[in-house]
């Protein structure tokens, strides 16, 4: 299917076009056929030559009814610009063309009608001309009478040439239905209609209002018939569980939940009058919608809007800015970014200003990534740019920690801060074991602890939620304190007081361990480094197996250090605990060194 809308000016006879082409009435409302003019949307279809079903929006042409016709117009792929040939080119052509101009469509056809009244070839050329200098461009013209039925032959075929030329829509993008129509049918409940224009809708789809309330989809139709899913380009009516009929109306949307930003704030280039000269207040169309939005302007073409209400808004969408006092199109925007930082300091304004004047409109990850530094996939999808994983990670040498993406010249300078930070602190704090990442994520101004324990490269380590250099830096007090406290016997160790009086407290101890200056067998219990090892050579010349006695003995020591060391011995697998308390040495090589002991065997 395709969807064309019309434009014109009032009476220039787009609905009778649209009757004779379809056989259908697109004027919904008595009091339209009761004036003979369009007052809201109409809608109509049939089916060409060549197989392809084209639905028609029809839009009003009065200037009372320019919102209503741009909620006709916003969604639509191509239109179909009517021109009267009794009439010429009239103010209300030149406002539709000026909107159509400003949200950039390209795809279109005019057909001059009344030719049965006059000659068409004037109204053809100055028509013709407008066009030319718009983005529509050079357009296929035809002339007809949509009452003699002079030309529909020609027009029916000139439909066709322009379908054929559309580029294929987006299946498998983010649906985002604007809503042009809502009512309600009794037994059915809640019916909202619209143009789809990319994606897929499937009925038992969870899709998000703007409101932000999720709704199921209970039914669909195209073109009356009732279907299991639609694909983009389309006109479905779309049926909806859970929601009343006040909560949806023209200019809401749903959309594929978690894939647009809603926001009330963006920054846009204007095309059209000198962004100095705008109004304060001026209305946004885009979709379906409008909403009042007040301007900032930033540089010559650049601006900040801000939004009366959220709405669900992309990098690179077009919209217009029309001024309702004065009846006029001002301009196009093209958004380009919906989630701008603030301008708080001296001088934000122009700076943003200059980031503006470079940016195109097209989403792009590398230039999001400069100016953002780092951002969460999610926030990029939802801004609309692309995620594709082959763009990403080591071949590309962007990083990627879990859901967070980083532009690569600011990982590198975390980096460097990282390795500065955990140095410095090394320094000033020798007794500690690493700085903790929290710490780390603070100084670095850094939204998730995960991103500062991947910036960790060696020689640096993470352990226990804390980074260090790897290499303890041990103040030349605390080695003579504990070479102090150990004296210069292997199995006998100090006592608390003792400790407590050389000023070797937890964090001192804790140090030690840490630098290798000592074995920690159980708290406040410490021997010299090579304890364990001595102990082996020494157990290895008593007869097997030996008893906690007999081991106490050989080492000339006590309980307090016979019963942990002998524990320790177990727990490294050289000796083995019997059912009846004696021990025997297991036959393997000498025990591991001190510097080998896991973290979780020597607590601080």
């Not at 200019?251 to 962004?275: N, Q, S, W, Y």
Request: hydrophobic residues 45%; proline residues 8%.
């Amino acid at each position: 299917m395709h969807v064309v809308a019309t434009a014109g000016h009032v009476d220039h006879g787009k609905s009778t076009l649209v009757r004779a082409l379809t056989g259908m009435e697109p004027d919904r409302w008595a009091e339209e056929r009761r004036r003979g003019m369009t007052i809201d949307l109409g809608f109509a279809w049939t089916t060409l030559s060549s197989g392809s079903t084209v639905a028609f929006v029809d839009v009003p042409g009065h200037e009372s009814f320019v919102p209503t016709m741009l909620a006709g117009v916003g969604p639509a792929p191509a239109v179909l610009i009517v021109v009267a040939a009794d009439e010429g080119w009239k103010p209300q052509s030149a406002e539709h063309l000026a909107a159509l101009d400003a949200l950039g469509v390209r795809h279109g056809l005019l057909v001059v009608t009344r030719s049965d009244l006059a000659d068409p070839g004037p109204a053809t050329a100055a028509a013709s001309a407008e066009i030319a200098a718009t983005s529509l461009g050079s357009v296929e013209a035809v002339t007809v009478s949509g009452v003699t039925g002079a030309g529909l032959d020609s027009l029916r075929s000139a439909l066709d040439r322009l379908v054929g030329g559309l580029p294929a829509p987006d299946t498998g993008a983010a649906v985002r239905l604007w809503i042009d129509r809502a009512f309600t049918i009794r037994g059915a409940g809640t019916v909202v209609t619209g143009t789809l224009g990319a994606g897929r809708l499937y009925v038992g789809d969870e899709l998000a209002l703007t409101r932000g309330s999720l709704v199921r989809v209970r039914g669909l139709q195209v073109l009356g018939e009732t279907v299991s899913s639609v694909t983009a380009v389309a006109r479905v009516a779309v049926n909806l569980r859970g929601v009343d009929r006040d909560a949806v109306g023209r200019g809401a949307a749903l959309l594929t939940p978690d894939r647009f930003e809603l926001t009330e704030l963006m920054d846009v280039r204007v095309h059209g009058e000198p962004v100095a000269a705008l109004p304060a207040t001026l209305t946004l169309h885009i979709g379906s919608t409008a909403v009042p939005v007040r301007v900032r302007p930033l540089g010559p073409d650049t601006a900040r809007l801000r939004l009366s209400r959220p709405l669900p808004l992309r990098i690179g969408d077009c919209a217009l800015l029309r001024d309702p006092g004065r009846h006029s199109v001002v301009g196009g925007v093209t958004v380009l970014d919906v989630a701008p930082p603030a301008l708080t300091r001296r001088g934000a304004a122009a700076a943003r200003a200059a980031d503006l004047s470079a940016m195109d409109g097209v989403p792009d990850l590398a230039g999001e990534l400069t100016r953002r530094r780092l951002i969460r996939r999610s926030d990029l999808r939802r801004m609309g740019v692309p995620d594709d994983p082959d763009l990403r990670g080591p071949a590309t040498g962007i990083p990627v920690v879990g859901e967070w993406v980083v532009d690569p010249g600011y990982w590198a300078s975390l980096q460097e801060r990282l390795a500065a930070e955990v140095s410095r602190h090394a320094v000033e704090h020798p007794l500690e074991p690493g700085i903790a990442s929290e710490a780390l994520r603070h100084l670095l101004d850094l939204p998730d602890r995960a991103l500062v324990e991947a910036l960790v490269r060696p020689p640096l380590i993470v352990r226990a939620g804390r980074i260090s250099t790897g290499v303890p830096g041990v103040p030349p007090e605390l080695t003579e304190a504990v070479r102090t406290a150990l004296g210069d016997q292997y199995f006998v160790a100090p006592e608390v007081d003792r400790l407590a009086e050389l000023g070797l407290g937890a964090r001192q101890i804790g140090a030690a361990v840490r630098a290798g200056l000592v074995t920690q067998i159980a708290p406040n219990v410490l021997l010299p480094p090579d304890a364990p090892d001595r102990a082996v050579s020494i157990l290895a010349e008593l007869p097997q197996p030996f008893t906690l006695s007999e081991a106490r003995r050989a080492l000339d020591t006590t309980r307090r250090v016979a019963v942990p060391l002998l524990e320790l011995l177990d727990r490294r697998g050289v000796t083995q605990r019997l059912p009846d308390d004696r021990r025997t040495l297991i036959a393997q090589g000498p025990a591991p060194t001190p510097a080998t002991v896991p973290v979780s065997q020597t607590p601080a």
